[in-house]
């Protein structure tokens, strides 16, 4: 244990042959800076222990990692990880995990993460919904028909019904838009949706020199969904989901 | 098209730089989590999970999709679609924003350092009486 309160806010490892000069102020403003160990580099910045205002340094974060993402292959490690020391980010990070971090290091070499989200007009969705599901329609009518309070249960059992629509909806989606861009990606995970007007969402990873064929392939699909769907589509991002390693022994994730 | 923000032309051409909301929950959610890491506490942290993660199955969310559809009014002349599609902008006017609001009002939460450009992008109606400092 260290005596004083500093410690070491840890954002993610690249090969040291890569190792990136960051400017993006780091977590609590502080300077990043790296720490070399074989063939690793570690992008870390000074902290103390104090608590880590979360909307603040998140932004922090992901702006360290995109600066870096943009010179390097970088290895994002979780949000909020903050560890003892030098000694510690070497001994307890590099060290114990030396194989795994080549490998993954090697496996996404030269390639970056690209999300897409279709976000449903939900009024027009919704609208769909009613209009072909008959049995939604006539909850509609009668639910409308009574007082509010009347109608509590009603109203549970409508939006029950519509919520299972809208998943059945989603599901369809999805499995279109992994259809359609899987193909010009080198892996692809589905994302749990963001929020209830969350079409479908994944993680893409794609070579560099592939984006352009990856971005024209989402166009088509933007243009085969629209109106229905609006298309978020971000990055290039260090490849946060395909680096989702558990380095711990035991797998207790955060808390 | 009835959607009221137009898409613009190309904009999918190529990968945009993301706003913040578009990458919580990746950020939040995904890279290498390792061992002997201190336990730092994190101020705020709820808000962002439960931003990040709604919970789709909940008596809430139910209850929201019942007071969206109830809002709305649909005219049921299934057969002809160009008439009611018209008919329906002209009468849900008012419903619409409620209806928006209903849905949106679970993001609205979402705390931000203070990038007015991610804000005002995600949000284009969003007032500037904004309190970054107040939410952490």
Redesign the interface.
């Given at each position: 244990m260290s005596d004083n309160d500093q410690?070491l806010y840890?954002y993610?490892?690249v090969a040291a042959a890569d190792a990136p000069n960051v400017n993006a102020p780091g977590v609590k403003g502080a300077d990043v800076r790296i720490v070399h160990h074989e063939d690793f580099a570690v992008l870390v910045s000074e902290t103390d222990?104090?608590?880590?205002?979360?909307?603040?340094e998140?932004?922090a974060?992901?702006r360290v990692l995109?600066e870096a993402g943009e010179k390097a292959t970088v290895?994002?490690?979780?949000?909020?990880?903050?560890?003892?020391s030098e000694t510690?980010v070497k001994e307890?990070?590099l060290a114990?995990?030396v194989e795994r971090l080549t490998a993954l290091l090697r496996e996404l070499a030269g390639r970056v993460?690209?999300?897409v989200?279709g976000l449903y007009?939900?009024?027009?969705l919704?609208?769909d919904?009613?209009?072909r599901t008959p049995a939604?329609?006539r909850l509609?009518e009668r639910?409308?028909g009574l007082p509010k309070s009347a109608g509590y249960y009603d109203?549970?059992q409508?939006?029950?019904l519509?919520?299972a629509e809208?998943?059945h909806c989603r599901e369809q989606d999805s499995a279109l838009a992994l259809e359609r861009l899987e193909p010009h990606a080198a892996a692809a995970r589905r994302?749990?949706?963001?929020?209830?007007?969350t079409a479908f969402s994944a993680?893409f990873l794609v070579e560099r020199e592939r984006?352009?064929d990856f971005?024209a392939a989402?166009?088509r699909l933007?243009k085969e969904i629209?109106?229905r769907m609006?298309?978020?589509?971000?990055?290039?991002?260090p490849p946060?989901?395909f680096?989702?390693?558990?380095?711990?022994?035991r797998?207790e994730?955060?808390a | 098209?009835?959607?009221a923000r137009a898409?613009p032309r190309g904009?999918?051409?190529?990968?945009?730089?993301?706003g913040?909301a578009?990458?919580?929950?990746?950020?939040?959610d995904?890279?290498?989590?390792?061992?002997?890491?201190?336990?730092?506490?994190?101020?705020?942290?709820e808000?962002?999970t439960i931003d990040?993660?709604?919970v789709?199955?909940s008596?809430d969310?139910?209850?929201?999709?019942?007071?969206?559809?109830?809002r709305?009014d649909?005219v049921?002349t299934?057969e002809s679609q160009g008439l009611p599609e018209i008919m329906?902008t002209i009468t849900?006017g008012g419903a619409?924003s409620k209806?928006?609001g209903a849905?949106e009002g679970?993001?609205e939460k979402l705390?931000?350092?203070g990038?007015d450009k991610e804000k005002s992008e995600r949000r284009p109606r969003r007032r500037s009486s904004r309190s970054g400092k107040d939410?952490?």
């Open positions: 410690a840890v993610g490892v222990r104090g608590p880590l205002a979360a909307a603040r998140v932004r974060h992901w995109e290895l994002p490690v979780r949000f909020g990880t903050v560890m003892e510690a307890d990070l114990p995990n993460q690209l999300n989200k007009d939900e009024e027009r919704l609208r919904i009613v209009r939604i329609a509609r639910v409308r109203s549970i409508l939006g029950e519509v919520a809208v998943e994302e749990p949706p963001a929020g209830t007007d993680s984006v352009e971005s989402v166009s933007g629209d109106g609006q298309i978020r589509y971000v990055g290039p991002l946060y989901s680096a989702d390693a558990d380095l711990t022994a797998s994730a955060w | 098209m009835s959607v898409t904009y999918l051409e190529r990968p945009r730089p993301s913040l578009d990458v919580i929950d990746v950020i939040l995904k890279g290498m989590v390792i061992d002997a890491y201190i336990r730092v506490s994190l101020i705020g942290i808000i962002l990040a993660r709604i789709i199955a008596v969310t139910y209850l929201r999709f019942a007071e969206a559809v109830n709305m649909i049921h299934d329906e849900s619409k209806t928006k849905i679970v993001k705390p931000g350092g990038d939410e952490e």
